[in-house]
Each structure stands twice: as structure tokens, then as C-alpha cells.
């Protein structure tokens, strides 16, 4: 086995064109767990902890380009007001240790159905920064970047550069199911965006489908009721029973299983609830701030 | 593969690192430093977590290559030539250690969270502590000496 360790992102970029074989390891908390169980042994580990790009973030062109390698930890102090959604999950994660080295571009690369950044970047409709020595960059929008299970849109010999988002319009929640507060795998998780310039509504569903997924039709329903209401304007309450209605449509647009930490049944049930009370928060919030 | 790191203040190096091996296990096998735990190798215990370039990480989920250069501070590191760390004599007086083998991973994330915030709320003390396991005290008497190190 090598040890690549590029300091710039050219050459990072170069190593993985050379090597498609060469595991990157960011924060390494997904990624030397394999490697300590003897799950994964790659012909070779390329540490992407040396290319300072990766680490920073920047406003470019008014969204945020957050580099593959910020921490969640840096999310949560640095870009708590500006990517709420995601900071909210962000917190969520594992423990103090864990954030202060695992990255949202781990979190992309593993592509769990599980990771807790994917239902605020759906929600937040982020687009994911890819780039390869050969082909240069692609932008590719994060609902198209999960293709099955613990599967990305990755070639051999990309990277995730960096991550899109937008500064929300409006309010944003992020609600997860554990069995306790610290330390949880989602056993469902839902993000949610009110999308006020454009009069739409983001979602994102966790655990609860092979693949991090948006819930579409929902999203379109409660848009469209909010408009046929006069609401976006008046910012009047939430009809009766729509936020109730939105949750079940939620509900239906998973696709879960039976695991160890959940059954299919409960994760339906906890994705109705948790959109119930996310599209309520966000829209309080929202009439708050009028 | 060579790794070269300052542990604790001090240069030190290793040969015939693995290229998957972890932080961990270097420090405890290649180092002579078996202050900090192998009890999971999966980040869920925290028994392991060491200072990083100053910031707080478990070092099994660490690969021993991305500590090369970099600053590492074990529990070794806590006490000086005047004696041990008030977090460490805390632990000691409050009767926080039984067994032991969680304790360089409490003492090092409170020694981290009293640095950050000098004065902690017991909630504040409890997210802090949410990465470190231990299966004796019941926690209580830890959280007794997280707030008496906070007072001295
Ligand atoms: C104790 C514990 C608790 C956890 N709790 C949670 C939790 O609550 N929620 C959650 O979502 N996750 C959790 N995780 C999983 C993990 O922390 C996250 O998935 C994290 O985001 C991974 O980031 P990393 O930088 O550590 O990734 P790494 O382990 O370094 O890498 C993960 C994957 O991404 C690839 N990769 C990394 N960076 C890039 C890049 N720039 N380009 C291309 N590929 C890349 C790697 O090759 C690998 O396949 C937990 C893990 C542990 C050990
Ligand atoms: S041994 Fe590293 S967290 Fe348990
Ligand atoms: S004292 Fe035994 S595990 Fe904490």
C-alpha cells in the first residue's frame, strides 16, 4: 500500500488520475474505520488534509463555495448564519471529535443513505464541485450525485473540489431521528427549505430510501397551496391540516427497510412527523420575520 | 513508510509505519506512548482522543501519515515539571477514575473545553464530553471534576 500525501490541489488531482486505485481520506472518520476493521484495503490512501484549497470556504457569485475539506466543526462556528440548514445538521453529527475532522466532502464521498449533510444540501438545492486532471471541473446539481446505495456520481479519477450553496431566502430545518442526542446514525432524517424568492419549497429525506432523496411532490404540493393561499404574500398561518398533509406526502416519497436501528414502518412514521414540524417551524419563522 | 511529528513538544520519529496504520497505533506501539486507549477503533469511545495541531480528534481514526509535521499532545502531555494538570488532580480528588481506561480521553476533552470555555454549564459540559464513553463512574463523579477543574 502507498501513502500520497499531494499539498496542492493539482497534484492531488494528478495522484488520483495516476492512481484511480488510491483512496482519499479527508477527515478519515468513514474511511479508517475500514481500514482498522480490515474492510477496505486500497492499493493506496491519498491525504487530502495537505491541500489548503480544500479547507476554505468563499462567497463566489453569491453562493457559498464550501471547499470538499471544511469540518463540520468550522460549519458550525464559521457558517452557522449563512448555511443554517446545514449547520443544524452539521451539529448533529457524531460527537465533538468527530466534527472537528470529518468534512462534508466525506460525507459526499460515502454517500450513505445515512449522512446527515445530504437532506440539507437537497433541501438547500446545492450542487456538487467535481474535478478530474484530464476533463477540468463539472457541476453536477447533489440530487444527481447519489446513485445507489453508498454510491456517487464519481469517476476514478475525480475529486470533490467543493460544494455550491446558496444563502437561503428563507427559513431552513433540519430534524433527526436517533436513539439518543450524542453519537447516532439518523434512523430518518428530513431537511427542509422555504424558498422564499422563488416561491418554492426544498426537502430532503435521510435513511429512508437507498439513496439520500428530495420528496418532490410534496415539496410541489405545499408550494402550490401556499400560493392558491395568497400566503406567500400575506404570510398568514398554515391552513388547517396542511402541514399534516405535507407529511404524509413526505412519507410516501420514501422508500425505507428494516434495519438494525429502525423499522421501515417507524421510519415512515417519524418522516411524516419530523415533515409536519419542519414545514410548521420554518413557516412560524417565517411569519416572524415579516 | 518514515513518519516524523513533534509528540508533546518533542521531535520524534518512526520507521516502518504501515501506510493504513492509525495515529493510535503509532504513538502506542511505534512511540512508546500508551497513554491513549484502544478501545473501539471506530471514534465512538473517545478513549483515544489526543490534541491534533491543537485541536481535539480521535487518533485511531487518524492515518499516521496525516500526523506527519503536525503536533500531537497526548495525555502524557498534560503534566509539567510542576506536577499534574488541574484537570487531571480534579479527576483524582473527585474519584472520576476506576478502571482508568477512559480517563486520558476525558482528560484531554476537558482539558480542550476548560481552554475554550473556563466556565462550563453542565449541559455545556455534557456535549463536550458526548465523544468519550466510560463504563464504571455512571459519569457523575466526572462531571464533579470537569466543574471542580473549572474552579481552579
Ligand atoms: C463515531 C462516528 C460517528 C459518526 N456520526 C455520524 C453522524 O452522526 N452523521 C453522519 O452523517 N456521519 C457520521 N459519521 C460518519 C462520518 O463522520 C461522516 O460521513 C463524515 O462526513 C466523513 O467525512 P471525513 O472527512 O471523515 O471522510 P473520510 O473518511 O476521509 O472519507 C469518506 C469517503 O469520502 C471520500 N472522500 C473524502 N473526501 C473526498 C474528496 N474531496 N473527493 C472525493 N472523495 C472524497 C473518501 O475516499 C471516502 O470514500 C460518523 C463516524 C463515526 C466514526
Ligand atoms: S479507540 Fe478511538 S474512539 Fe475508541
Ligand atoms: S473509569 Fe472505567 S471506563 Fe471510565
Known amino acids: 500500500m502507498d501513502f500520497l500525501a499531494p499539498s496542492t490541489w493539482a497534484e492531488a488531482l494528478a495522484a488520483k488520475a495516476e492512481r484511480p486505485d488510491a483512496l482519499p481520506v479527508a477527515g478519515g472518520t468513514d474511511v479508517m474505520v475500514e481500514m482498522n476493521f480490515d474492510h477496505r484495503r486500497p492499493g493506496a490512501l491519498l491525504d487530502l488534509t495537505r491541500v489548503s484549497d480544500l479547507r476554505e470556504w468563499a462567497l463566489v457569485d453569491g453562493r457559498v463555495r464550501l471547499g470538499a475539506g471544511v469540518t463540520y466543526a468550522r460549519?458550525?462556528?464559521?457558517?452557522?448564519?449563512?448555511?443554517?440548514?446545514?449547520?443544524?445538521?452539521?451539529?448533529?453529527?457524531?460527537?465533538?471529535q468527530i466534527r472537528n475532522r470529518?468534512?462534508?466532502?466525506?460525507?459526499?464521498?460515502?454517500?450513505?443513505?445515512?449522512?446527515?449533510?445530504?437532506?440539507?444540501?437537497?433541501?438547500?438545492?446545492?450542487?456538487?464541485?467535481?474535478?478530474?486532471?484530464?476533463?477540468?471541473?463539472?457541476?453536477?446539481?447533489?440530487?444527481?450525485?447519489?446513485?445507489?446505495?453508498?454510491?456517487?456520481?464519481?469517476?476514478?479519477?475525480?475529486?470533490?473540489?467543493?460544494?455550491?450553496?446558496?444563502?437561503?431566502?428563507?427559513?431552513?430545518?433540519?430534524?433527526?431521528?436517533?436513539?439518543?442526542?450524542?453519537?447516532?446514525?439518523?434512523v430518518s432524517a428530513f431537511g427542509f427549505a422555504l424558498h422564499t424568492d422563488r416561491r418554492s419549497v426544498g426537502t430532503g429525506i435521510g435513511s429512508a430510501a437507498p439513496t439520500p432523496r428530495r420528496a418532490t411532490d410534496a415539496a410541489a404540493f405545499?408550494?402550490?397551496?401556499?400560493?392558491?393561499?395568497?400566503?406567500?404574500?400575506s404570510r398568514g398561518a398554515l391552513p388547517e391540516g396542511l402541514a399534516v398533509e405535507f407529511g404524509r406526502k413526505v412519507r410516501d416519497a420514501a422508500a425505507p427497510i428494516d434495519d438494525v436501528r429502525g423499522t421501515a414502518a417507524y421510519r415512515l412514521h417519524t418522516l411524516s412527523v419530523m415533515a409536519r414540524r419542519a414545514a410548521t417551524w420554518a413557516w412560524d419563522e417565517h411569519r416572524r420575520a415579516a | 513508510m518514515r513518519i516524523e511529528l513533534t509528540v508533546n513538544?518533542?521531535?520524534?520519529?518512526?520507521?516502518?509505519?504501515?501506510?493504513?496504520?492509525?495515529?493510535?497505533?503509532?504513538?502506542?506501539?511505534?512511540?512508546?506512548?500508551?497513554?491513549?486507549?484502544?478501545?473501539?477503533?471506530?471514534?465512538?469511545?473517545?478513549?483515544?482522543?489526543?490534541?491534533?495541531d491543537g485541536v481535539p480528534v480521535?487518533?485511531?481514526?487518524?492515518?499516521?501519515?496525516?500526523?506527519?509535521?503536525?503536533?500531537?499532545t497526548t495525555v502524557e502531555g498534560l503534566a509539567d515539571d510542576?506536577?499534574?494538570?488541574?484537570?487531571?488532580?480534579?479527576?483524582v480528588e473527585c474519584?472520576?477514575?476506576?478502571?482508568?481506561?477512559?480517563?486520558?480521553g476525558f482528560l484531554v476533552s476537558t482539558h480542550d473545553l476548560l481552554a475554550r470555555n473556563p466556565s462550563p454549564s453542565d449541559p455545556e459540559i455534557r456535549e463536550a464530553l458526548a465523544g468519550n464513553l466510560c463504563r464504571c463512574t455512571g459519569y457523575e463523579k466526572?462531571?464533579?471534576?470537569?466543574?471542580?477543574?473549572?474552579?481552579?
Not at chain 2, 58 to 72: F, H, I, K, T, Y
Open chain 1, 222 to 233: 405545499l408550494a402550490g397551496e401556499l400560493e392558491a393561499g395568497g400566503l406567500w404574500e
Open chain 1, 75 to 96: 460549519i458550525i462556528d464559521e457558517l452557522g448564519a449563512t448555511l443554517p440548514g446545514l449547520a443544524m445538521a452539521a451539529r448533529t453529527v457524531g460527537s465533538p
Open chain 2, 9 to 52: 513538544g518533542a521531535r520524534h520519529e518512526a520507521d516502518d509505519v504501515w501506510e493504513g496504520e492509525s495515529l493510535l497505533y503509532a504513538l502506542r506501539e511505534r512511540l512508546g506512548l500508551p497513554g491513549s486507549k484502544n478501545a473501539c477503533e471506530q471514534g465512538e469511545c473517545g478513549s483515544c482522543t489526543v490534541y491534533l
Open chain 2, 142 to 152: 466526572i462531571l464533579d471534576a470537569v466543574r471542580m477543574a473549572a474552579q481552579s
Open chain 2, 58 to 72: 480521535c487518533s485511531c481514526l487518524v492515518a499516521a501519515g496525516q500526523a506527519q509535521g503536525r503536533e500531537v
Open chain 1, 102 to 186: 470529518g468534512t462534508v466532502g466525506g460525507n459526499l464521498g460515502a454517500a450513505s443513505p445515512a449522512g446527515d449533510s445530504h437532506p440539507a444540501l437537497l433541501a438547500a438545492d446545492a450542487v456538487v464541485e467535481i474535478s478530474s486532471a484530464a476533463r477540468g471541473t463539472r457541476l453536477v446539481p447533489v440530487a444527481d450525485f447519489y446513485t445507489g446505495v453508498k454510491r456517487n456520481a464519481l469517476e476514478p479519477d475525480e475529486l470533490i473540489a467543493a460544494i455550491l450553496i446558496a444563502p437561503p431566502a428563507g427559513p431552513q430545518q433540519f430534524c433527526k431521528i436517533g436513539t439518543r442526542n450524542a453519537m447516532v446514525i439518523a
Open chain 2, 95 to 104: 474519584g472520576a477514575v476506576q478502571c482508568g481506561f477512559c480517563t486520558p
Open chain 2, 82 to 91: 510542576d506536577g499534574l494538570d488541574p484537570v487531571q488532580r480534579a479527576f
